[in-house]
């Protein structure tokens, strides 16, 4: 166990509609970061944020968007879902500073119909 | 620009038989290295880390890996492999500066025959 929490840990919905995926990390952890891992894509990173403040972004869609709350739990909002939107989605966590490992959760897999 | 290659998708051993995974780096700066081991239907596990304390690296489940400057390398090892380790394996490099998220590689599945 990593201490990394994710919810839901499945996901069917259809196309067009939005989704909200959840993120706790680590205890004492400042980083989350999110990626997306597909078949075809591979792991790919999507956006991270430190602290409440967002970081870095990586390959992440216009239509998808995320945020850091004060209690330092994330979210991920995928919206106008397409099929190519059905993928793995990981959270990980980190105290956030260089060569800092990451510890990821156990994901949600979406399924959009 | 940070990016990793792993040489071979699929992986496979005797049980027993030395485990050799392949990772070479592309890095702009000193690198710090990962190795994670993906079982199915789970999360991504950290076997070990790479931040230029020390070039031979041991990890978690008997796991090693050595990072050669010379040869952008940092193969990942083990003496005798189980059943157990019958897993998708990946290896990354972190991002520089502020923006430290991971470039993972394709990844190799090992599989371990009896």
């Known amino acids: 166990d990593s201490g990394v929490t994710q919810t839901p840990k499945h996901l069917i919905t259809a196309t067009g509609q939005r989704v909200t995926l959840r993120c706790s990390p680590r205890?004492?952890?400042?980083?989350v970061y999110w990626y997306q891992q597909s078949l075809d894509q591979g792991l790919q990173f999507l956006i991270q944020?430190?602290?409440?403040?967002?970081?870095a972004k990586g390959n992440i869609l216009e239509r998808f968007s995320a945020q850091q709350f004060p209690d330092l739990h994330s979210e991920l909002n995928l919206s106008s879902l397409e099929l190519g939107d059905s993928a793995l989605y990981f959270c990980?966590?980190?105290?956030?500073?260089?060569?800092?490992?990451?510890?990821f959760g156990p994901g949600t897999r979406l399924l959009v119909l | 620009a940070q990016s990793v290659t792993q040489l071979g998708s699929h992986v496979s051993v005797s049980e027993g038989a030395l485990v050799l995974l392949r990772c070479n780096y592309s890095?702009?700066?000193?690198?710090?290295l990962f190795w994670y081991v993906q079982y199915p239907n789970q999360g991504l596990q950290l076997l070990l880390k790479?931040?230029?304390?020390?070039?031979l690296v041991k990890g978690i489940n008997g796991f090693e890996a050595e990072f050669k400057k010379s040869e952008t390398s940092f193969h990942l090892t083990k003496p005798s492999a189980h059943m157990s380790d019958a897993a998708e394996y990946f290896c990354?490099?972190?991002?520089?500066?502020?923006?430290?998220?991971?470039?993972f590689g394709t990844g190799t599945r090992l599989t371990v025959i009896p």
């Open positions: 990980a966590s980190s105290v956030g500073t260089s060569g800092a490992p990451q510890y």
């Open positions: 205890s004492g952890d400042l980083s």
């Open positions: 944020y430190y602290n409440g403040e967002e970081r």
């Open positions: 890095s702009s700066v000193p690198p710090y």
């Open positions: 790479y931040t230029s304390a020390a070039t």
């Open positions: 990354a490099v972190s991002g520089v500066r502020r923006a430290n998220n991971l470039f």
